[in-house]
Structures are given as structure tokens and as C-alpha cells.
């Protein structure tokens, strides 16, 4: 059974930071590409982020760019998301999530496992 459980969310104020960690199980975590989404209150699920299986590669939404950094440790079946320069439109409940790919994917439906989410709330 697949699992995938994040932490680290909360809140913070704008500017700050926070690390998101996604610990998976239940699968064969170097065989799967990994992704960050976010949904607000309202509005769809959105991509964030995504590392590639071995993490040689990454594809961020322009949003983040520059602000967030996704990673990875394939010896502990971990993904991480560093998020700097947070502001209140970061503010969403983050999910992680798995599809098994040698490369990158961003469409949301293609992920095949999902964890429950964590809440960041980024006040101004």
C-alpha cells in the first residue's frame, strides 16, 4: 500500500520560510518522479514542482521560481520543497505526490498517489 505523508507546513509571515518533507512508502520511490501541487481555498489543484526520478532534473511553475526548491534522497524515500520568499498567494494546502516516469510531468491527473496534505498560511 502506498503512502505518502507530508509535514512541515504552518504559518509564517511573508518573506519567511518553510520545509515541506514528504516521506513515501509502499513503493519503489526511485522509480517514480515526484511533484508538489497546491489548492487554495476555491480554486483547483495547481502544480508547483517536480523532480525526476534520480533528481538530475527539476520543472517549477514560474510563480515559484527562484523562491522554491524541490529535492529529493532516494536512500530515504524523501522529497523535500525549501520555500522561501513566502507570500500570502502561497497560502494553499500542499500536496505530494508520485508517478512512475523516467522524466518530468506537471498534469495533475497523471499522478497516480497522492498524500493527504499539509496547510501553509502566509500572512502579510
Known amino acids: 500500500q502506498v503512502q505518502l505523508v507530508e509535514s512541515g507546513g504552518g504559518l509564517v509571515q511573508a518573506g519567511g520560510s518553510l520545509r515541506l518533507s514528504c516521506a513515501a512508502s509502499?513503493?519503489?520511490?526511485?522509480?517514480?518522479?515526484m511533484g508538489w501541487f497546491r489548492q487554495a481555498p476555491g480554486k483547483e489543484r495547481q502544480f508547483v514542482v517536480v523532480i525526476n526520478w534520480s533528481g538530475s532534473n527539476t520543472y517549477y511553475e514560474d510563480s515559484v521560481k527562484g523562491r522554491f526548491t524541490i529535492s529529493r534522497d532516494n536512500d530515504k524515500n524523501m522529497v523535500y520543497l525549501q520555500m522561501n520568499s513566502l507570500k500570502p498567494e502561497d497560502t494553499a494546502v500542499y500536496y505530494c505526490a508520485a508517478v512512475r516516469t523516467s522524466g518530468l510531468e506537471s498534469r495533475t491527473h497523471h499522478y497516480e498517489h497522492w498524500g493527504q496534505g499539509t496547510q501553509v498560511t502566509v500572512s502579510s
Open positions: 509502499g513503493l519503489t520511490f526511485s522509480s517514480y518522479a
